[in-house]
């Protein structure tokens, strides 16, 4: 695909999902195609890189990622049949700093403002605690876990003020929200 047909599919996405079942099969249908096609996807991804540096986005691309996350697309993006569970989603996203702290893109990709399709795991319900445990061990240090588990009252029946924990971690106020500042 070129980049025409890149932005005339964004713009039919913006102004008719929703209006008509053939149309959003149509859109989904290219979607997927695009996302199995190495180089296609490759050059959409480039093309949203660029063109939402230019061009107001905004609205296209979260009717894109919309569509993308609906269970019926992301079962054919996925080669999912409809009798098996989604153990997975795919997500289109803009690299960023929460997911280059958790490894997923690189710092460049960050500076580059690039977009990446990622494939994360769904969380079973029985492992959902655990796995957010997890989470919380490969993302923070040490110390900003103690930190969030005292504010959030995480293993006790009560949280800590900010200044309680600043004083508890013999640290100033400032620093303790500053360690706070992604999760609220």
């Not at 929703?18 to 959003?24: F, L, T, V």
């Not at 969380?123 to 445990?133: M, Q, T, V, Y």
Request: aromatic share 8%; hydrophobic share 35%; with cysteine.
């Amino acid at each position: 695909m070129n980049d025409q047909e890149f932005k005339s599919l964004h713009k039919k996405i913006a102004i008719n999902l929703g209006e008509s079942n053939k149309n959003a099969e149509t859109f989904v249908a290219q979607l997927v195609s695009i996302y199995h096609n190495d180089i296609d996807c490759q050059n959409y991804l480039n093309w949203l890189k660029i063109n939402t540096r230019i061009l107001d986005m905004a609205q296209e691309v979260k009717s894109v990622q919309n569509s993308i996350n609906q269970a019926p697309v992301q079962r054919q993006m996925l080669r999912v049949p409809n009798q098996e569970k989604l153990t997975q989603r795919i997500r289109l996203m803009r690299a960023n700093l929460p997911l280059y702290r958790r490894g997923i893109v690189t710092l460049d990709q960050v500076k580059k403002k690039e977009y990446i399709f990622h494939i994360e795991n769904l969380p079973s319900k029985k492992n959902s605690l655990e796995d957010s445990s997890n989470d919380l061990n490969s993302v923070l240090t040490s110390k900003e876990k103690l930190v969030v588990y005292l504010y959030f009252g995480f293993h006790t029946d009560d949280s800590k003020s900010i200044m309680q924990i600043a004083a508890f971690m013999g640290v100033s106020s400032t620093d303790v929200q500053q360690m706070l500042k992604d999760f609220k």
